[in-house]
């Protein structure tokens, strides 16, 4: 374990949450909160080597901490994500997720609650380290007549700040799925920028998708193409659900009837949903327990967060002539556009995908 911190670093740490406090975004003592998950998740590494060398090692742990090595060295080498010691040192924080988000939105809008950071922007999202926390934060923002949605999260990227490192919340998932975390966390290091989530989250996940690719094809290996084609139809059927919420929002309709047609949207998509898995997946469904859980706006955020450009980002890449230091070189150029004529560069993107 690192149980003592450079100096540079704590330095580091000091800055970050000296601008944090000075923000006036929220209390000082969510940020104190802020403060110490990150400096006990920091504490809690170690070197990887150290580990796969180390007999006493559980060899299951090793093993994926050896896969975890390769799809670094292959993120770095083919992809041209940074290359620095994020994800070269391993830390078990002895939970399932790292942080918890916390998304709200009016009970009529699919527009989220921003939060904003000197660091990071605005975002759509606040994240406690602390799952009680988060459960709290959401019983208020519930309190103002927002709907809210709390999700699990197994990893994050600091940007750069810090050296960010495997987590044990990480290896929960597939090996595939490990792979998958890893470039994407790594390409919010390669280009971040603050204030847009859709435009950070959609560039990462086109990343994280293509890299896969490329990752299976240099392995030798064939993608998961079933759960991919699950998952592009599941987020299809939320988006679409997203759509038609948007419609009725914007309409003239009193509260109560808009509340009753909102309910009523929920219940087709879970009919939608049900019919999905019978007839294309054998009535089997990834996504059965999200489904069946409670749904509101919040619930649906991410998705349109998280899927909104990946199309217009795969067109850069393939005028980028699938080249990626001249793709990251056209993505930061959109992000050096004003926001209006970004979101519209990005709209004749998706035209011609």
């Not at 939060?115 to 975002?123: E, N, Q």
């Not at 059927?237 to 009753?260: C, G, T």
Request: proline residues 5%.
């Amino acid at each position: 374990m690192l149980s003592s911190l450079p100096s540079s670093l704590l330095r580091r740490l000091a800055l970050v949450l000296l601008g944090l406090a000075s923000s006036g975004c929220s209390t000082l003592d969510y940020y104190a909160h802020l403060g110490q998950g990150q400096w006990q998740l920091l504490r809690a590494r170690q070197p990887v080597e150290r580990l796969i060398a180390d007999p006493a090692t559980d060899p299951q742990l090793a093993r994926r901490l050896a896969l975890a090595g390769q799809a670094r060295e292959f993120a770095s080498a083919s992809l041209h994500l940074p290359n620095n010691r994020s994800y070269r040192l391993y830390a078990d924080i002895g939970r399932p997720f790292v942080v918890w988000n916390v998304f709200a939105t009016p009970e009529f809008s699919l527009e989220p609650e921003l939060h904003c950071f000197p660091i990071a922007g605005c975002v759509a999202y606040r994240g406690y380290y602390q799952q009680g926390r988060a459960r709290g934060a959401a019983a208020l923002l519930r309190q103002r007549g927002l709907d809210t949605h709390i999700g699990g999260v197994e990893a994050y990227s600091t940007l750069g700040w810090f050296d960010d490192p495997l987590l044990n919340t990480m290896l929960r998932w597939s090996d595939e799925r490990l792979v998958a975390v890893i470039i994407h966390e790594l390409a919010h290091q390669q280009y971040y920028l603050p204030g847009d989530t859709a435009f950070n989250e959609s560039f990462a996940t086109f990343v994280e998708r293509e890299g896969l690719r490329q990752w299976h094809a240099a392995r030798g290996e064939t993608a998961a193409a079933a759960d991919d084609r699950q998952r592009q139809q599941f987020v299809e059927l939320v988006l679409a659900s997203r759509e038609r919420l948007s419609r009725l929002y914007a309409s003239d309709l009193p509260p109560r009837e808009m509340r009753a047609a909102k309910q009523a949207e929920f219940k087709r998509l879970r009919q939608d949903y049900r019919a999905l898995r019978q007839r294309e997946w054998g009535g089997q469904g990834r996504y059965d327990a999200w489904i069946e859980s409670p749904l509101n706006n919040a619930k649906l955020l991410p998705f349109g967060l998280y899927d909104q450009w990946v199309p217009a980002f795969a067109t850069l890449f393939a005028r980028s002539g699938q080249d990626w230091p001249r793709f990251y070189e056209a993505v930061a150029a959109l992000g050096r556009l004003p926001e209006a004529d970004r979101r519209a560069a990005l709209a004749s993107l998706m035209q011609n995908d």
